[in-house]
């Protein structure tokens, strides 16, 4: 009993509360009495366990639990004292791991500890304390090793800092296309007043250039033009405005999720903040969780986010597509499933970059990470729950069924209001025309009816005096 509490053996643990409770019989010689011989009734002897089962959830032998004491006052201490640098230090640990960073610097925004992003003049191999805020770790963006960083640092640390792009390529050894890309989408070059774009669509060229100059100096040969080489000065590739010409704010924030696994300078949902802020639960507590908490397995949850890492398979049964991925939150993010029925039933919600609601049943297993079986998906909008407001004039009115098609197309939990603006009639529609309120639906309902005749309007305010 005491080895199975220690290692956790649900399966033994289960043979053993029957030992417990009615004991061992072995060719009828009682080896066991049991809680019932001894004169304990069931329901005693099974609460009674119960209370074991729950304390093998965490249990420690003493000298572990006193050891791990001693470390939790020191850690609390350095917490409390030291911040910034414990939270660095506490990052770098799991450098490697983009969803406890992702956890870590959602916690330190939290409590007024700035994350910096990386910068290639700033930035440290690892993260690091500049000032009171910390910085991001340049060996933590993907395709960028931690030696050739090494390298640059030092060639940093010698010639000092990196005057420009075409600096820093030229002093750097070990660059490639890939390592570039990695630097570039995470903005280790924007304290330089050049663009991402710009950057984007010449590093190729700057990186052709540089080397062809170092084979040159490699060879020893110089040409007549070498000799003033020291007075000449970088010359610019295009416009001013060119260089300034930036990519759209969503575009940048996907390529800083694509170059480090996060979101540095931003999120997507930071204007939702107040919206997430609302449900119980994050995703990166539905992941962590181990039932020994509130979380238990199979419990219902409501959660917000953004779906990433979307992928659709055939079920073995042949009979529909199925969806996997992730949703992700600005505390981290939780693995998502939805079946067949689901899938058919939201698949134009379940694709990446959708900011949604999703309600499902938790799915907790020793074997696999944590995830939200889904049974109903809607967009998540600002400012509330939203539903659907369909006017109809007299030459539109003959389009009604056209219209009840087009809502069974996009089924879904918001309801829908039919406006008869003549006769100033509102009607609530059957449950069964609930739609999900996608661009789709709303481009094939303008289409029919006219822009200014398709709106949404807040659930819990009067239709008629919330216009979207």
Known sequence: MRRAMSKKKHDVMAQERK????GIEENGVVTVDGALRRGVSKEAAEEIFDEMMDFASYAFNKAHAACYAVVAYRTALLKCLYPVE???ALINSFLTDADKIAS?????????IAILPPDINRSEARFSVDGGSIRFGLAAIRNVGEGVINDVLLERRRGGEFRDFSDFVRRSDGLNKRLLEGLIKAGCFDSMGVSRKFLMAHYEQELAAANAEKKRLESGQLSFFDFGAELMQPVSLTAEGDVKDEFPLDELLT?????????????????YEQELAEFRFTCAELTEADGS??????MNVRVGGIFSAIRTRPVKTGTGLMASGMLEDMAGSVEIVAFPSVYQKYSSLLVNDRKVIVTGRLSMREDRANSILIEDVAPLIRGGERLLVLNFTPETAVLKERVVETLRRFPGNREVYFVDLIPGRKLKAPKELSVNLSKELIAALSDLLGNKHVRTVLKKAPAENNEN
């Open 255 to 271: 390529m800083e999720r694509e170059a480090i696994g996060i979101y540095a300078s931003g999120h997507p949902l930071m204007e």
């Open 104 to 112: 870590y610097i959602y916690y330190c925004r939290g409590r007024g």
């Open 86 to 88: 414990f939270m660095t």
């Open 293 to 298: 908490g509130e979380i238990r397995d199979n």
């Open 19 to 22: 030992n417990f409770i009615y």
